[in-house]
């Protein structure tokens, strides 16, 4: 039972319209997130809109109804807005150059996430946050269990695979008992995992043009300390090619901690006013990845995290990051 629900049961009964906010890293949880509470929310008769300050990349788009998520509106006829899957300001950058965050501000907003980082999204009037849920999705699955709210087959479906996407396909070490109950109580109310699955693969498939793009990663993949750390640079001309196609990280990062002996993985993006981002995933049993971002002013969970750089060069970021993996690997192994 969450003490939170019945504030929250109070902020959504009073609105009329909904903004529902995702950070400008979607991810499979942040849009199923946000597709269940449309339609959670549609059963209690409330209009929403779904923004996300980036647009939805084509590897999620195996999502029904991803296409509402609208990048650029400026909506400012909302009476509350819920913020789903982060608690980090420095994730709603982008979102904030269509929406002035000054008309979020000034309406309840609440922030539903299960990221064990500090919030520094401090405007919130309620924070239903987490940590112990494999996914945000699953934490508005036991929301709206407890608040009676109906939950139909699409926003089923959207928990689900949000379930799965931050999961791992129930294999992560965030997974527990009730996740597994929750994905099988889902099916008994009709989801078909094979149906969502086979959606999934079909928008996964590689043109040739991105698995080349791929083999050309894959070969410039650093390792350092035995293969400890492998690190990748993604410069910003690869980023505006492809990542309309691909998510160039998710491209290399499996293959990067399926290396032997790799316990860390980081690919770090470069971006043209000079902002650099990091995205490390960690290896089971080495749980520090959110312990590794919080030293560059990131966050997120024990073994996926990610941070944002804005005033070093990559050359000194790559320094000071060899040198603090080498250093969390020594406190830990
Ligand atoms: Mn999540």
Known sequence: MYAEAKKIKQLVEQAKKILIIQPDNPDGDSLGSSLALE???????????????????????????????????????????IIVDT????????????????????????????????????FAQVRLNVPTAAATSEVIYELSQQLN???NLAAMNAIASAILSDS?????????ART????????????????????????????????????????????FDN???????????EIEKYSPLYNPSVL???????????????????????????????????PV??????????????YASGFKITDKHIDELKTLLIEATREIINETV
Not at 168 to 176: E, K, R
Not at 189 to 214: C, F, W
Not at 289 to 302: N, P, R, S, V, Y
């Open 289 to 302: 990845a959110a312990k590794l971002a919080e030293k560059f002013g990131g966050g997120g969970h024990d």
């Open 180 to 223: 597994v109950h929750i994905i099988g109580e889902l099916i008994e109310k009709g989801v078909s995992l094979s149906q969502l699955e086979n959606a999934r693969r079909d928008t996964i498939r590689k043109s040739p043009e991105i698995v080349h793009y791929k083999g050309q990663l894959l070969e410039r993949i650093e390792y």
């Open 39 to 81: 339609q959670i929310l549609a059963s209690l008769n409330k209009d929403t809109i779904m923004v996300c300050g980036v647009n939805i990349p084509n590897y999620l788009q195996y999502f029904t109804g991803w296409d509402r998520v609208e990048p650029a509106a400026l909506p400012t006829n909302f009476d509350i807005s």
């Open 87 to 122: 608690s980090s300001i420095s994730l709603l950058e982008n979102l904030t150059k269509h929406i002035d965050i000054a008309s979020i501000k000034s309406k309840p907003c609440i922030v539903i996430d299960h990221h064990v980082s500090e919030a520094s999204i401090d």
């Open 227 to 237: 293969n400890k750390l492998a690190l990748l640079i993604i410069p910003w001309e």
């Open 252 to 286: 290399a990062l499996d293959d990067m901690r399926l290396t032997t002996d790799t316990l860390v993985a980081i690919v770090l993006k470069l971006y043209p006013d000079g902002h650099i981002t990091g995205k490390i995933r960690s290896n089971y049993g080495f």
């Open 149 to 151: 709210w109906n939950i």
């Open 168 to 176: 791992l396909g129930l294999t992560t070490n965030s997974t527990t």
